[in-house]
């Protein structure tokens, strides 16, 4: 069974930088697609970035592209999110999810389409 656990999050000012770590274990992430969404108090959640296991296709909402990035380490069976000019709209619980699928061209980036989670880590921007 795929069990994902995230870390890196923190209280960070604006315009700091934050690298999180989603790990996997039980099962190999190479089959499946993993995304970072964010859900801030009162806000549904949101998917940020997501990446295919297969061919590396990526997904980034508006909001976070060109200070997001998401990337993989299939040595360590883990997925990054590198965050870079952190605003205070980012503050929210950041929580990896999983779906298995070889994707082409194109990852799901919708909550709905994800059916492994771990339990996230904090990300608060503030000065």
């Known amino acids: 069974q795929l069990q994902l656990v995230e870390s890196g999050g923190g209280l960070v000012q604006p315009g700091g930088s934050l690298r999180l770590s989603c790990a996997a274990s039980?099962?190999?992430?190479?089959?499946?697609?993993v995304g970072w969404f964010r859900q801030a108090p009162g806000k549904e959640r949101e998917g940020v970035a997501c990446v295919s296991g297969s061919d590396g296709s990526t997904y980034y909402a508006d909001p976070v592209k060109g200070r997001f990035t998401i990337s993989r380490n299939k040595a360590k069976n883990t997925v990054y999110l590198e965050i870079n000019n952190l605003k205070s709209e980012d503050t929210a619980l950041y929580c990896c999810?999983?779906?298995?699928?070889?994707?082409?061209?194109?990852?799901?980036?919708?909550?709905?389409?994800?059916?492994?989670w771990g339990q996230g880590t904090q990300v608060t921007v503030s000065s």
């Open positions: 999810g999983a779906v298995k699928g070889l994707y082409l061209k194109w990852v799901p980036h919708q909550s709905t389409d994800y059916g492994s």
């Open positions: 039980g099962r190999s992430l190479d089959y499946y697609a």
